[in-house]
């Protein structure tokens, strides 16, 4: 028999206070479980599989349904089970952000970065779901643009708006950069790559003499072959 899809699951991030570093995410599912939709963060980041404990920087996590509140609890430190409800779903999160490596998230006047592992919780059950996320373009941060390689779901090139996955495992596989960045393309193996450097980090390159960006500098966000 052919299996019904699973309904896609919606996830929304905002800088929601880039002063006190606190990013808004948002993660939503039509259809819950009906003892009590879980939802678990992962540990680890692909690629780099020391265990992280990213849920240490959920500061505070809520939960709605129709615009109406729905008790939520941590079952574990990585997992949270909403009240049982009809749905939507949607369970809200203050996640702290101030690590400058790249393989958590920051977030500050100059710039925001994410791995989507340390930032959008995952339903239980609904790992393989089709998901959506739309970047909020922050009001007060003009010239900010993001760099990913998420595919477009209507967001234009570097613009804000809706990005598409797969499935959880390919959304939390793309780093993103939101900033006033600069960027380099160019061609090696016969395929052209581009590169995203937060601007204040290549400003400070160049005043040292640094002619080009490497993928070893902090917060370098590559964004592949194309």
């Known amino acids: 028999p052919v299996s019904t899809p699973l309904p896609v699951t ?3 991030i905002a800088a929601r206070d880039p002063h006190a570093h606190l990013f808004e995410v948002s993660c939503t599912v039509d259809s819950p479980a009906t003892e009590g939709q879980r939802f678990r963060l ?5 690629g780099s599989y020391l265990i992280r404990e990213f849920a240490r920087h959920f500061v505070q996590v809520r939960a709605e349904c129709a615009g109406q509140p729905v008790a939520i609890a941590k079952e574990a430190k990585d997992t949270w089970r909403a009240a049982p409800c009809a749905g ?8 702290y952000a ?3 490596s790249v393989r958590t ?3 500050d006047a ?3 970065y994410f791995n989507g592992s340390s930032v959008f919780l995952c339903p239980v059950g609904r790992e393989t779901a089709t998901c959506r996320v739309e970047i909020v373009e922050p009001e007060d941060r003009r010239g900010w643009r993001v760099a990913t390689t998420l595919p477009a779901a209507g967001a234009s090139k570097w ?4 990005y598409r996955a797969a499935d959880y495992d390919e959304l939390i596989d793309h780093p993103v950069e939101i900033s006033g960045f600069t960027h380099v393309t160019f061609e090696a193996g016969g395929a052209a790559h581009d590169v995203a450097r937060p ?3 290549a400003e400070a390159a160049r005043e040292q003499g640094q002619a080009a960006p490497t993928l070893a500098a902090r917060g370098l966000c590559a964004l592949g072959v194309r």
Do not use: H, Q
Not at 42 to 46: T, V
Not at 88 to 95: E, F, G, K, S, Y
Not at 159 to 162: A, D, E, I, K, Y
């Open 98 to 100: 101030y690590d400058l």
């Open 10 to 12: 919606r996830y929304r």
């Open 88 to 95: 939507p779903l949607t369970v809200i999160a203050d996640v």
């Open 105 to 107: 998230a920051y977030l």
């Open 42 to 46: 992962p540990a680890w980041i692909p």
């Open 110 to 112: 100059t710039r925001a």
């Open 199 to 201: 601007r204040a980090e």
């Open 159 to 162: 613009g804000f708006g809706l």
